[in-house]
């Protein structure tokens, strides 16, 4: 009776011809033996949700005994890396703008005399919140900390005066999860939409066997590319309307910075994503492969990019990781221009990486295309 | 217009280490019709492919239109009209949208003119609506010429045109090469149809990536040196067991009742036929050897020597 529903013969059958296809294509085989592992490596040492040794800058005019211990007391703490310890006040303000640094520790200069006097002293934190799970570590440890340094460094000489600390919790003083992810998932959308949309589009045409057809007429590489990109930039600056409204009007996020400035920055994200897709259908044979590698590709870029958990917080080989993929760099300029109000100067280094992005990965796909069946 | 359509000489062409071409030398005239032949996988479509700047010659040269195949492919694509094996435009367009989409490939203006006498000319009007992936074979295969023939090429090359096509549009697809032809237009035509074969100018018979014979087919016919005879009535499938690898018999084979026996030597062949013929009472006419007993011998000593 069985034997009509299930049987054990023609079910081996079936189970051996596709175990023999799955072994065919090496592709499919080596991403599911390597991405579990590459992923697992990567993201269990990369991420962390408790961000320490995030880059701060110090404006710190006079730079005496009382302000080293304030320094070496922050660094202590394990969530303060001053790398840049002798800013001034507009230095400082540009590389928190452009998310360089985290945290702008500031001690005024009347800071060691007012301990001196017995006066009580202060200091002042600036720290970007437009992601508020960086800044609240960094936060919530600093009163303590700071006070007993400043005590054991007056020592016995005076009783150890109260200290001040000011935070300016900037960009997003409320510390609204939405105001950080919405923006940033604006760049998410696009990158998965974008990248496996032209990921496929060389691939359908070897699949389908019009390729050879395509091939034999006088098209060149660069108008074939084109003719496969363009209208996806299409699509991009639909989704990119449907984005931006939704974030200001259904999840509120200020729009700081320059409208021109966010969608030119948009613009080149773009182009850079239907290059890459298009790079990778010019590699994949298969739409199934280049479904792959678009993955393969995406999943790093979500968890390294600064998107799902803070970027400074990384170590630094997975931030050095995370530089190689556009998202990161938008996300940078997302954020700069529509929560901070940066202006082209700030942001111009993102720009500079991302046009970058889309040189290279236009050659390489030109390259690659391969002009005969060969 | 002395130099020919088609001019190579010692094409090659491997694929990991495997020889696929081997040194092909070929020569077409303008306004031929020339037949390409071959068993399967012998290598007619690579060597098309390779004279459509499609694949890159490891070995050889060659002149397609005058142009040079390694250096000259875009100018070659200009002028050459190549209809692929397989059904390769796009089955989600239309008739109208895939010709438009050709026309305006090769810059053709105005494309709406382009595209509705190209449409007038091969008899699509009616269908130009009809997604091409919902044709039949026939219907397809005259889309795929009216797309080659489009922009006027000076050389068609068609890689077995009629597969899994009917009788009748077989026959109005010869029609058509043959009134291009007598226009000047030049075809390579690959088939392994014999009744194909015959309507060509001129064939070249490809086996194991050489090319064994060529010339027209009465040429290719008496240069193999075969004579026929046919046996009629009696008992042929006794017959057929017993001349099979006889004396002087080199091939045998059914036609319907009929059984044809080939040999070299035409002595030796009737005297291994006339004693099996008188058992199995069977009559012994002379007949003309075909194409493809031809074709068959060519096989067999191409094999031996590959």
Same mark, same amino acid.
């Given at each position: 009776?069985?034997?009509?529903?299930?049987?054990?013969?023609?079910?081996?059958?079936?189970?051996?011809?596709?175990?023999?296809?799955?072994?065919?294509?090496?592709?499919? *085989?080596?991403?599911?033996?390597?991405?579990?592992?590459?992923?697992?490596?990567?993201?269990?040492?990369?991420?962390?949700?408790?961000?320490?040794?995030?880059?701060?800058?110090?404006?710190?005019?006079?730079?005496?005994?009382?302000?080293?211990?304030?320094?070496?007391?922050?660094?202590?703490?394990?969530?303060?890396?001053?790398?840049?310890?002798?800013?001034?006040?507009?230095?400082?303000?540009?590389?928190?703008?452009?998310?360089?640094?985290?945290?702008?520790?500031?001690?005024?200069?009347? *800071?060691?005399?007012?301990?001196?006097?017995?006066?009580?002293?202060?200091?002042?934190?600036?720290?970007?919140?437009?992601?508020?799970?960086?800044?609240?570590?960094?936060?919530?440890?600093?009163?303590?900390?700071?006070?007993?340094?400043?005590?054991?460094?007056?020592?016995?000489?005076?009783?150890?005066?109260?200290?001040?600390?000011?935070?300016?919790?900037?960009?997003?003083?409320?510390?609204?999860?939405?105001?950080?992810?919405?923006?940033?998932?604006?760049?998410?959308?696009?990158?998965?939409?974008?990248?496996?949309?032209?990921?496929?589009?060389?691939?359908?045409?070897?699949?389908?066997?019009?390729?050879?057809?395509?091939?034999?007429?006088?098209?060149?590489?660069?108008?074939?590319?084109?003719?496969?990109?363009?209208?996806?930039?299409?699509?991009?600056?639909?989704?990119?309307?449907?984005?931006?409204?939704?974030?200001?009007?259904?999840?509120?996020?200020?729009?700081?910075?320059?409208?021109?400035?966010?969608?030119?920055?948009?613009?080149?994200?773009?182009?850079?994503?239907?290059?890459?897709?298009?790079?990778?259908?010019?590699?994949?044979?298969?739409?199934?492969?280049?479904?792959?590698?678009?993955?393969?590709?995406?999943?790093?870029?979500?968890?390294?990019?600064?998107?799902?958990?803070?970027?400074?917080?990384?170590?630094?080989?997975?931030?050095?990781?995370?530089?190689?993929?556009?998202?990161?760099? *938008?996300?940078?300029?997302?954020?700069?221009?529509?929560?901070?109000?940066?202006?082209?100067?700030?942001?111009?280094?993102?720009?500079?990486?991302?046009?970058?992005?889309?040189?290279?990965?236009?050659?390489?796909?030109?390259?690659?295309?391969?002009?005969?069946?060969? | 217009?002395?130099?020919?359509?088609?001019?190579?000489?010692?094409?090659?062409?491997?694929?990991?280490?495997?020889?696929?071409?081997?040194?092909?030398?070929?020569?077409?005239?303008?306004?031929?019709?020339?037949?390409?032949?071959?068993?399967?996988?012998?290598?007619?479509?690579?060597?098309?492919?390779?004279?459509?700047?499609?694949?890159?010659?490891?070995?050889?040269?060659?002149?397609?239109?005058?142009?040079?195949?390694?250096?000259?492919?875009?100018?070659?694509?200009?002028?050459?009209?190549?209809?692929?094996?397989?059904?390769?435009?796009?089955?989600?367009?239309?008739?109208?949208?895939?010709?438009?989409?050709?026309?305006?490939?090769?810059?053709?203006?105005?494309?709406?003119?382009?595209?509705?006498?190209?449409?007038?000319?091969?008899?699509?009007?009616?269908?130009?609506?009809?997604?091409?992936?919902?044709?039949?074979?026939?219907?397809?295969?005259?889309?795929?010429?009216?797309?080659?023939?489009?922009?006027?090429?000076?050389?068609?090359?068609?890689?077995?045109?009629?597969?899994?096509?009917?009788?009748?549009?077989?026959?109005?697809?010869?029609?058509?090469?043959?009134?291009?032809?007598?226009?000047?237009?030049?075809?390579?035509?690959?088939?392994?149809?014999?009744?194909?074969?015959?309507?060509?100018?001129?064939?070249?018979?490809?086996?194991?990536?050489?090319?064994?014979?060529?010339?027209?087919?009465?040429?290719?016919?008496?240069?193999?040196?075969?004579?026929?005879?046919?046996?009629?009535?009696?008992?042929?499938?006794?017959?057929?067991?017993?001349?099979?690898?006889?004396?002087?018999?080199?091939?045998?084979?059914?036609?319907?009742?009929?059984?044809?026996?080939?040999?070299?030597?035409?002595?030796?062949?009737?005297?291994?036929?006339?004693?099996?013929?008188?058992?199995?009472?069977?009559?012994?006419?002379?007949?003309?050897?075909?194409?493809?007993?031809?074709?068959?011998?060519?096989?067999?000593?191409?094999?031996?020597?590959?």
């Amino acid at each position: 009776m069985i034997g009509r529903v299930l049987s054990f013969g023609r079910l081996m059958a079936l189970l051996a011809k596709e175990t023999i296809q799955m072994r065919r294509d090496r592709l499919t *085989f080596g991403m599911m033996l390597g991405i579990p592992l590459v992923q697992l490596m990567l993201f269990g040492f990369a991420i962390n949700t408790d961000p320490k040794e995030l880059p701060a800058a110090l404006v710190a005019p006079t730079q005496d005994r009382f302000t080293r211990a304030m320094v070496s007391a922050l660094e202590l703490t394990g969530y303060y890396r001053f790398v840049a310890p002798d800013a001034t006040a507009a230095e400082a303000e540009r590389m928190i703008a452009r998310g360089d640094v985290s945290f702008v520790v500031t001690i005024p200069s009347d *800071f060691g005399r007012r301990v001196m006097r017995g006066e009580s002293p202060s200091i002042l934190i600036d720290a970007d919140a437009t992601d508020p799970s960086v800044a609240s570590g960094a936060i919530s440890t600093l009163g303590t900390v700071a006070g007993q340094a400043l005590s054991r460094e007056a020592g016995v000489a005076a009783p150890a005066p109260g200290l001040s600390v000011v935070v300016h919790r900037r960009y997003n003083p409320e510390g609204v999860t939405q105001y950080n992810i919405v923006p940033a998932l604006l760049g998410v959308i696009l990158q998965l939409t974008m990248v496996m949309m032209t990921a496929m589009a060389l691939t359908r045409e070897t699949e389908r066997g019009t390729m050879e057809n395509l091939l034999s007429m006088p098209a060149t590489p660069l108008e074939v590319m084109l003719g496969k990109i363009v209208p996806y930039l299409g699509v991009g600056a639909v989704q990119v309307v449907v984005v931006l409204a939704a974030s200001r009007l259904v999840f509120g996020v200020p729009f700081v910075g320059s409208l021109t400035l966010i969608l030119a920055g948009v613009f080149v994200f773009v182009m850079a994503l239907v290059i890459l897709g298009y790079l990778i259908s010019t590699v994949a044979r298969t739409q199934m492969q280049a479904m792959q590698i678009t993955f393969f590709f995406f999943l790093p870029s979500l968890m390294l990019s600064g998107f799902m958990f803070p970027y400074r917080g990384m170590p630094g080989w997975a931030q050095a990781l995370g530089e190689i993929f556009p998202l990161t760099h *938008f996300l940078r300029l997302i954020r700069a221009v529509m929560l901070k109000g940066a202006g082209l100067a700030t942001v111009s280094g993102s720009f500079l990486v991302l046009g970058l992005f889309v040189l290279v990965l236009a050659l390489a796909a030109l390259t690659r295309f391969r002009k005969t069946l060969d | 217009m002395t130099e020919p359509a088609i001019a190579v000489t010692g094409l090659t062409k491997r694929f990991g280490g495997r020889v696929v071409v081997d040194r092909v030398t070929l020569s077409v005239a303008r306004g031929e019709i020339a037949g390409f032949l071959g068993p399967n996988g012998s290598g007619k479509t690579t060597t098309i492919r390779m004279m459509c700047g499609l694949l890159e010659p490891d070995g050889g040269e060659g002149r397609v239109l005058g142009h040079d195949i390694r250096r000259e492919r875009r100018a070659i694509k200009r002028r050459v009209g190549y209809m692929t094996q397989r059904f390769s435009f796009y089955e989600d367009l239309t008739i109208e949208e895939n010709l438009r989409f050709v026309a305006g490939l090769y810059g053709m203006r105005p494309v709406a003119r382009a595209v509705r006498d190209t449409l007038a000319d091969l008899g699509l009007t009616s269908r130009r609506g009809q997604l091409a992936g919902a044709l039949s074979g026939g219907w397809k295969q005259r889309l795929a010429l009216a797309a080659c023939l489009m922009h006027k090429p000076d050389l068609l090359l068609l890689d077995e045109p009629t597969a899994g096509v009917d009788p009748k549009a077989r026959r109005e697809f010869w029609d058509e090469i043959h009134a291009r032809a007598a226009e000047g237009l030049t075809v390579l035509v690959s088939t392994h149809y014999m009744d194909e074969a015959e309507r060509c100018h001129r064939i070249a018979y490809i086996s194991y990536g050489r090319l064994v014979a060529h010339g027209t087919v009465a040429e290719v016919v008496a240069g193999a040196g075969l004579s026929t005879l046919v046996l009629t009535g009696g008992r042929t499938a006794e017959a057929a067991r017993a001349l099979d690898g006889a004396e002087g018999v080199e091939q045998v084979a059914h036609f319907g009742a009929t059984l044809h026996v080939v040999g070299r030597d035409p002595d030796r062949l009737r005297r291994a036929v006339a004693p099996v013929a008188a058992e199995m009472g069977a009559r012994i006419d002379p007949a003309e050897t075909s194409l493809e007993d031809v074709f068959i011998k060519l096989m067999g000593e191409a094999r031996d020597t590959a």
